[in-house]
């Protein structure tokens, strides 16, 4: 059965075409950065995202259009509000610098050469960079959450979770990449591998899910939702290079924290970020094919997958339990040098 979405899967580009593509990702990246500011500082007072627009939270003055580009708008301000003078964060322009760079990123590596016409071109799943920009941006703001110690967005992450798995069964273009595919695998039979890698790793970190311990339980779960989502998004190869990278930066963070106090603020989620961001520029558009990879000469043989996710689960177990004996004695070394 023919698909509506079948048009906007393989859509091709010039080269000038895609730099203004990545460009334009870098543009709205930046946009997304601002608005997951907003996000970040309203989402744990229980505000609304829209309204009322964004104003100074000394004066309560509203930022003049103008000055809510971002980046440029914090170093037209000089760092201070117009009205009031208070000075404003520079963790502003940072977020959306990272944010825009983190965008331009993910488009630069969805694009895939291609011929048209027998002239060069790009091909670009236009479906899969929405899908991957998302998964991104709910990454930033749940990291950002994290380094403030407010709790992650747990209806916002299981509601996403939710609407991939249905969108997935229904749409085949929103079907999470696979290394092997036939054409013959039911939708089921698709989204077993990346979910069961996701739920699996997920209840092997669960000791590093918990941390802070302040976080609570549905802060634990939003963050296992991440790992369901990212392997929804990238598959179940990703989610395995994930879920175990993430675990060891979590343990370097507690390790270097003693010395360096806001390492314990990068969190689970900023951990998933970063090396989310480090598999699309290893990966690239490659790994992220629904046909059969081929690397060289060889062929990724289809049960690999399920074989590598052993030897992965069971190095992810080893570092978490090292993780948590560490946090376990930097806490209790904490504890003796209070007064």
């Given amino acids: 059965m023919h698909s509506v979405l079948a048009p906007l899967v393989d859509f091709r580009l010039s080269s000038t075409g895609a730099l203004l593509v990545v460009l334009y990702g870098v543009v709205i990246g930046g946009a997304f950065g601002s608005f997951l500011n907003v996000a970040a500082y309203r989402l744990p007072l ?36 117009r009205d009031c ?75 996403a979770v939710l609407g991939l798995v249905t969108l997935a069964i229904l749409v085949p273009e929103l079907r999470p990449p696979q290394l092997l595919s036939n054409g013959t695998l039911p939708p089921i039979g698709i989204l077993a591998f990346p979910l069961a890698a996701a739920v699996v790793l997920g209840l092997l970190s669960w000791p590093l899910l918990l941390l802070p311990p302040s976080a609570g339980f549905a802060s634990a779960v939003a963050r296992g939702a991440l790992l369901v989502l990212l392997s929804l998004v990238l598959g179940g190869m990703a989610v395995m290079f994930a879920a175990l990278a993430a675990a060891v930066l979590v343990l370097i963070s507690i390790l270097v924290q003693r010395g360096w106090p806001p390492a314990g603020r990068l969190g689970w989620a900023a951990m998933l970020l970063m090396v989310t961001l480090v598999w699309f520029v290893i990966a690239g558009p490659y790994l992220g094919s629904n046909d059969t990879v081929i690397i060289g000469d060889a062929f990724i043989v289809p049960d690999l997958p399920w074989r590598t996710l052993v030897p992965v689960g069971v190095l992810t177990a080893g570092v978490v339990v090292v993780g948590r004996l560490v946090h376990g004695i930097t806490i209790r070394r904490t504890t003796k040098s209070t007064p």
């Avoid at 708008?73 to 760092?79: H, P, S, T």
């Avoid at 998964?135 to 747990?154: M, Q």
Wanted: aromatic letters at 8%; one cysteine or more; glycine letters at 8%.
């Fill in 46 to 81: 229980g505000m609304n995202l829209s309204r009322p627009g964004s104003r100074c939270p000394k004066c309560q003055r509203p930022i003049r259009p103008w000055h809510n580009i971002p980046v440029l708008g914090w170093l037209l301000l000089r760092g201070r509000c």
């Fill in 85 to 159: 003078g208070a000075p404003i964060s520079p963790r502003y322009p940072i977020v959306e610098l990272l944010v825009a760079v983190a965008s331009g990123i993910v488009v630069w590596k969805s694009l895939v050469p291609a011929l048209e016409n027998d002239a060069p071109a790009f091909a670009i799943d236009t479906i899969a960079v929405v899908l991957r920009l998302g998964l991104i941006y709910l990454l930033f703001t749940s990291a950002l959450l994290e380094f403030d110690g407010s709790p992650l967005p747990l209806r916002l992450n299981l509601a």
